[in-house]
């Protein structure tokens, strides 16, 4: 039998409302990434991409289909084995950071650094992201740029197996984009976590191992790509 992917998914369908109301938003999708991998997913808004990455997640439950992270099918997870399951796997980098105005640098990414089992030290992380100077201020006192970065040290404090990031340069300018996604192709190299990046931003397929496009709830692009170019020749 040939072994899974680490992210394997089949034949997954979402709709939302009833009736004549009711819309089907993801119809069948089935991809495998493998340990590792960046994987970008594009599509034009109301694709599905969001519902995509929140079942993924553990966030929406699948009308149909299996998610399998590893050997463990997500879809059939109870509500606490779901809640254990992203603090033991899951990072979420978000577009708008969603940081805790009122703690520190610091004090941000350690909030997750207590949720994970082998959490990776945070004055690492700190310096690795560039924010050690700043690990005193608050994400008022910082620019955009590096508040994304602080939202990356608090996905990735935890260790993460998975990490998944939603349009996590889609407000930032495009200088500090790409430094956001150098740092995301160092994390990779350096970390090894597998990374689902869903984005508009067509660039980013240059850097990423896998591709998908969503249109109209279904796969229109499943590729690899075997041309990777280094995030910080990438032009937009």
């Known amino acids: ?26 119809k069948g999708i089935s991809t495998d990434i493998e340990h590792g991998e960046i994987c970008v997913l594009f599509g034009p808004s109301g694709s599905g991409k969001s519902t995509f990455l929140n079942m993924v997640g553990g966030l929406e439950p699948a009308d149909s289909g299996s998610i399998y992270v590893g050997d463990t099918d997500i879809c059939q997870l109870r509500d606490r084995e779901l809640v254990e399951y992203r603090r033991r796997e899951l990072g979420f980098i978000f577009q708008f950071y969603n940081l805790v105005p009122d703690l520190t640098v610091r004090e941000n990414i350690e909030v997750c650094q207590y949720l994970s089992r082998n959490p990776l030290p945070v004055d690492d992380l700190l ?4 924010l050690w100077e700043h690990r005193g201020k608050f994400p008022n006192q910082i620019s955009g740029g ?9 996905a990735l404090v935890k260790n993460p197996s998975l990490l998944l ?4 340069t889609g407000a930032l300018d495009y200088h500090t984009s790409k430094e956001i996604l150098e740092l995301m ?19 980013i397929r240059h850097m990423s191992h896998h591709i998908l496009r969503l249109r109209d709830g279904a796969l ?9 170019l280094p995030a910080a020749e990438l032009t937009w």
């Open 1 to 26: 039998m040939a072994q899974r992917a680490f992210l394997s998914i089949r034949d997954l369908t979402k709709s939302y409302g009833d009736g004549e109301a009711r819309t089907q938003v993801l």
């Open 127 to 130: 310096n690795s992201l560039g």
């Open 146 to 154: 590096q508040q994304q970065r602080c939202a990356i040290g608090r």
């Open 165 to 168: 990031c939603d349009e996590p």
């Open 185 to 203: 192709e160092r994390v990779n190299r350096e970390y090894h976590s597998t990374m689902v990046i869903v984005t508009h931003n067509d660039a």
């Open 220 to 228: 229109s692009e499943d590729v690899l790509n075997d041309q990777l």
